[in-house]
């Protein structure tokens, strides 16, 4: 636990009950300082309906979620004043301009100033389609409206859900690069299952498995758990699709030669393989089947 | 403490989203069109208004009167279907959620949307009345009074908007009444509201009074109650017509004398007005916040309504019709056949109550007397199939099922013929046996009834291709059913189906011939709808 001063944002033993009897999140605990806090976790994680209780839009079954010492699910509008909130699949009223958008969220957070529309769309590149409907914009340029949207009002803590989802590669850098820009004197979380999205700009990664944390550590301790645990390997093409079925693969690539694979376990599991030194992508995989690949003991980082 | 920055925030937004739309565009047109339609020239025969069949001189005072009497009725139908989408859109875009992660309390999002509706009507309204008033420069025939007009408008347009923009949040807010079935109450609703000045219209003219209202103005959001009491006060008659209607040539025109509001008129129609605000304090209660845990409650306690219930008890039943997928499609016939029939099981598996209702009524069909099945069971029949047809033309665009379908050899371009094909088809399931029965007896009425399937087909299959939302169709099937119904048959043009074997063989070729000219309209509109997204 860190020190209750240092803390910006605690999720206090919190869980999701849903009518159906199903847990969206199980007794979750997290103390989050400043920085981009990175939330991994497969899809049907927890990890949306974690964001949308800590962005004050859905209340907790039972735990708290302080925010700078303020229980926020009694008194959301603490949080609220200095939040900034991109969901996912996040849609846009077609037939207003990008200005007007943005004036409407603006003051919906009690923004008043235009210059600060001004400055935010030039923020976003967005400055010289200002005027135009937004209906007509590529889907990066939504997100970039959304994001642009989310910072309106200079939030000290940014919750932004699956952000890069269906982006082409140059708009998910372009976009990285932003958030990369924002991150500094503030809290951003980020969710993703996708870890190229969150391994340059994290400085924390929380991973979540079925409505719980798995692990919560900075990227360089998640790598470290995972040093000696991961191993590279050339298999034949026939060899590979009897492989990844038993397993855990983090990546492979077809080359001449054969399928490159890594491959994530305790020990080496395929004779021929070399120990690699181990990517997030291999730690998120690594941790997630913590159970299967390690034997059960608890990685649990925090 | 309401802000009032972010009231108008939301209620200007929610106001220019709407107006930017082409379909608004559409809607004035249609408004104009309305206004030349309403306002004939008497050398046809008809007028606007007819009292003990005189006509009324076209001046300021008869034509903003009535007009406005007109489409305070009409606003308060269609208004409602028109602004009764302001928050679900919000939940489909999901900018809700970005909504209530913001300072923004519920009661200024709700209080912003009521202004957003109010402005939006408002400005139809205004459309509205200028239509008119380009109408009178046309067809008047005295000087334009433009203070008439305003007096009028203002009189009875502001309980109206209200009235509507009110009961659209609270059904809104209100899970089971946020989506079809809200959409059926409420023109059930609007009919009771237009049930309050029944008082006035059947009481004899000596028993009111032109100074004091009568009770039921002061509950009476569309102004018919004051309006009848002034035209029966003033011309002491009971008898008179508002709206496209003929006259006796042969009868001099009267001239009919402005209402001069006093304080009881002003009241009542302010108590109209006030009437339906504190429905708002049961819409903030039940307002969801886009709480996605309450919308998910909302979602599972429309499943466990009623209709839904039995629909998921009979699913298995859907499992019966699956042989209608496996049609040989050798050809380019069986591949419209079978696109035709998949159609249809799409239905029957969405709905799978409607095989039961529809066995059900067949049996019904063999053992009660003709005039039962022709008067009750087919109207009864024909309400059944309002929301499966709508439903039908839209489907796809809807749920974004499109682009995966439109691969299907031939699909996208026999569309509106396959959709035509299985809402006929539908409408025989549940009418088949009926029809069977009158074809016998009255083989006229069984050929409107097959017209009256393929004309019901042929509006849903055009306005779910046009508006791309089942809404449309829900408001015309039902108004259209209410009149048919209500008139039982005295104005053989209303009998489209045959339901009282008043139709002859003209009003079935015009119902022909519409359903022709819908389906052309409906491929129209899709082909052009298709290439503007290829182009886009």
Known sequence: ?302 | MISGKRLRAVALSDFRIRFRKTSTAVTFVLLSLTAYLLVPDPATGNTLMEIDHHRVFYNSTSIALATACLYSILLSLFGFYLVSNSIRKDIDSRAGFIVASTPLRSVEYLAGKLFGNILFLGALAAGFLLSCGAMYLLRGEAPLEPLEFLKYYALLMPPSVVFVSVIALLFESISFLSGRLGDIVYFFFWILGIGVAAGVITADPSSLSPNQPHWTAYFDPQGVALIAQHVKTATGTGSFTIGYTPFDRDKAPVILQTLKPGVPHLLARFSSMLIPIPLLGLALLLFHRFDPTKLRVSHGKARRGWVKGTNLLLKPLARTFRFMLGFPRTNRLGWFFGAVLAEFWMVLTAYPILPVLAVASSVVSLFLPLPAVTQVLLPVAFLILIPPLAEAACRERRFGTGQMIFVSPLFKSLYVGCKFAACVILVLFFTGIGLLRVAFSAPGAALSLLIGAAVFAAVAVCLGVIVASPKAFVVVALLFWYLALSDRGRVPALDFAGWFGTAGANVRLSYAILTLLLLATAQIAYRWKWRREEVA
């Open chain 1, 1 to 302: 636990m860190n020190e209750p001063s240092a803390t910006l944002l605690s999720i206090q033993s919190v869980t999701k009950r849903f009518r159906s009897g199903t847990f969206g999140i199980k007794d979750l605990s997290l103390d989050m300082q400043g920085g981009v806090i990175g939330l991994l976790g497969p899809n049907g994680a927890g990890k949306t309906t974690l964001m949308q209780m800590i962005a004050t839009i859905s209340v907790p079954t039972s735990g708290r979620i302080v925010f700078r010492g303020s229980d926020i699910v009694r008194e959301p509008d603490v949080l609220r004043q200095k939040l900034g909130y991109l969901p996912q699949d996040f849609g846009v009223y077609d037939n207003l301009t990008a200005r007007e958008f943005l004036s409407y969220f603006a003051s919906l957070k009690g923004v008043y100033r235009p210059s600060r529309i001004s400055e935010m769309l030039e923020l976003v590149n967005l400055h010289a389609v200002a005027n135009r409907p937004v209906g007509g914009f590529s889907g990066g340029m939504k997100q970039r409206l959304g994001i642009a949207q989310a910072l309106i009002n200079d939030p000290d803590l940014l919750i932004v859900d699956e952000p890069t989802a269906g982006l082409d590669p140059e708009e998910r850098v372009r976009f990285r690069n932003i958030l990369s820009d924002i991150g500094f004197g503030r809290l951003v979380i980020l969710s993703t299952h996708i870890v190229s999205d969150i391994e340059s700009v994290a400085t924390q990664i929380a991973i979540l498995r079925e409505g719980s944390l798995v692990a919560f550590a900075p990227p360089e301790a998640l790598l470290c758990a995972t040093v000696g645990r991961v191993w590279e390997a050339v298999v034949k093409s026939e060899e590979f699709e009897e492989l990844r079925k038993t397993l855990k693969i983090s990546s492979a690539i077809r080359k001449p030669d054969g399928v490159h694979i890594r491959i994530v376990g305790p020990e080496k599991q395929l004779p021929g393989s070399v120990a690699a030194e181990p990517g997030l992508e291999d730690a998120f995989l690594y941790h997630l089947n913590a159970d299967s690949v390690a034997g059960g003991q608890d990685h649990d980082q925090r």
